[in-house]
């Protein structure tokens, strides 16, 4: 591992977390509820963005090592929460919103695989 690929995942890092924080707060500031839908939100298009970029570094374009590094883990890695998504699942169930926090976490799930079967899905038609 090299200075730079470990300052390509950060450079990445930094403006995935950075997107993320801008994505959440625009979802927080349009949709009110008891159900958290930033995180929800950057799950399910993180999942479908890193579905469509494999898809395209499999199938069309082969990226040096370090710019694999800074989108996949970088920029998509800070973007997704899923560590966000398990604290949020938490306090759902910590405060009894029992069946809040079963859909939160089935839907979390199933729409972030379908999202990322979905961005491969598209980038293989569009591409192949």
């Given at each position: 591992?090299?200075?730079?690929?470990?300052?390509?995942?950060g450079?990445?890092?930094?403006?995935?977390?950075?997107?993320?924080?801008?994505?959440?707060?625009?979802?927080?500031?349009?949709?009110?509820?008891?159900?958290?839908?930033?995180?929800?939100?950057?799950?399910?298009?993180?999942?479908?963005?890193?579905?469509?970029?494999?898809?395209?570094?499999?199938?069309?374009?082969?990226?040096?090592?370090?710019?694999?590094?800074?989108?996949?883990?970088?920029?998509?890695?800070?973007?997704?929460?899923?560590?966000?998504?398990?604290?949020?699942?938490?306090?759902?169930?910590?405060?009894?919103?029992?069946l809040?926090?079963?859909?939160?976490?089935?839907?979390?799930?199933?729409?972030?695989?379908?999202?990322?079967?979905?961005?491969?899905?598209?980038?293989?038609?569009?591409?192949?």
């Open positions: 591992m090299s200075l730079q690929m470990v300052l390509y995942v450079l990445g890092g930094a403006v995935g977390a950075m997107a993320r924080f801008l994505t959440m707060s625009a979802i927080g500031h349009y949709f009110h509820g008891s159900l958290p839908w930033g995180t929800f939100v950057v799950n399910v298009v993180g999942s479908f963005a890193l579905g469509a970029l494999l898809e395209i570094m499999a199938l069309q374009w082969s990226p040096s090592p370090e710019m694999r590094a800074f989108m996949v883990v970088g920029v998509l890695g800070a973007f997704t929460t899923f560590s966000t998504f398990s604290m949020d699942v938490y306090y759902l169930l910590d405060r009894g919103a029992i809040q926090g079963v859909l939160y976490t089935t839907g979390s799930v199933v729409l972030c695989v379908v999202g990322f079967w979905a961005g491969m899905s598209l980038l293989r038609g569009v591409l192949a």
